[in-house]
Nanobody
Framework: QAQLVESGGRLVQPGGSLRLACAGS????????MSWYRQAPGKERELVAE????????NYADSVKGRFTISRDNAKNMVYLQMNSLQPEDTAVYYC?????????????WGQGTQVTCSS
């Protein structure tokens, strides 16, 4: 059974840093594109960053470019989100997602989320 478990979320002051981690199990991690989404109260879930299967390609939302970095370690079945210069508007539940398309069928797995709160 596929499972994603996020960790690392906590309360942080503006300007601070956090590193989120997501552990995958129950599927062939290296075949899946990985991404981080976030959802703030009263807002829709939005893509924050995504990374290709090998880690050679990444993409970021404009709001986090230059501050956040996504990375992965296929040997450990892990994906990370390094978040620097955090601001109150980064407050949200952060979700990890694994995506794979095979023979026209899309497979998406989501984690349960981890809360990030940026406040003084």
């Amino acid at each position: 059974q596929a499972q994603l478990v996020e960790s690392g979320g906590r309360l942080v002051q503006p300007g601070g840093s956090l590193r989120l981690a997501c552990a995958g199990s129950g599927f062939t991690f290296s075949r899946y594109g990985m991404s981080w989404y976030r959802q703030a109260p009263g807002k829709e879930r939005e893509l924050v960053a995504e990374i290709s299967t090998t880690g050679g390609s990444t993409n970021y939302a404009d709001s986090v470019k230059g501050r956040f970095t996504i990375s992965r370690d296929n040997a450990k079945n892990m994906v990370y989100l390094q978040m620097n210069s955090l601001q109150p508007e980064d407050t949200a539940v952060y979700y990890c997602k694994a995506s794979y398309i095979s023979l026209g069928v899309r497979y998406d797995y989501w984690g349960q989320g981890t809360q990030v709160t940026c406040s003084s």
